[in-house]
């Protein structure tokens, strides 16, 4: 599947979300389209279905088995240490790359440095925290983000383009706990 597939869908349910509020003054009858929030909430099923197809289709195609989580993301530890898990308000320093699925890479820490966040406090993408809770110091992870635990609609207004399905390789390097 063509990941700008997902791009044109998500665009024209936006562009028809905003159409629908709006009201066509052409004819001495005006037409109004109410939106309502049970086809907000459709329109939002379908699309996390057809991200959920490309994921699918992804792991597929590279012969990669994963686990889901009940939030979408989909994971699997590479290398397991023996170390205790990592909890939240834990200060945890990583090694990473980010990727698109068709192999562009959009974040790593060689050329960025390293990330050095507070589990469940800073500001970064939601499948971070979450994967950080599923690995203890010395792991390597691999995880997929659909958009909605990474960038979202926008992309990061950089290097992550609108509604992108992300690829972390991530490396638990040391976990301090907060003073």
């Known amino acids: 599947m063509d990941f700008r597939f997902l791009n044109r869908i998500t665009i024209t349910g936006i562009v028809l979300l905003g159409l629908s509020f709006s009201s066509c003054n052409n004819s001495k009858k005006e037409k109004k389209v109410?939106?309502?929030?049970?086809m907000l909430i459709e329109h939002n099923r379908k699309l996390l279905n057809l991200e959920a197809e490309v994921i699918k289709k992804y792991l597929d195609?590279?012969?990669?088995?994963m686990q889901q989580t009940s939030t979408g993301l989909w994971?699997?530890?590479?290398?397991?240490?023996v170390g205790p898990m990592i909890t939240e308000n834990q200060m945890v320093f990583l090694d990473y790359q980010v990727s698109l699925l068709d192999?562009?890479?959009c974040y790593s820490a060689k050329k960025d440095g390293l990330w050095n966040i507070i589990v469940g406090k800073t500001e970064i993408e939601t499948a971070v925290h979450e994967a950080c809770l599923l690995a203890s110091v010395g792991d390597s992870i691999q995880f997929i983000a659909p958009p909605h635990l990474a960038y979202g609609?926008?992309?990061d207004g950089n290097r992550v383009p609108s509604q992108s399905i992300l690829l972390y390789n991530v490396?638990?390097?040391k976990v301090d706990k907060l003073p």
């Open 61 to 65: 195609e590279n012969n990669i088995q």
């Open 34 to 38: 109410v939106v309502t929030r049970e």
């Open 103 to 105: 192999g562009t890479m």
């Open 153 to 155: 609609v926008a992309g």
């Open 171 to 173: 490396k638990v390097l």
């Open 75 to 81: 994971y699997r530890i590479i290398s397991d240490s």
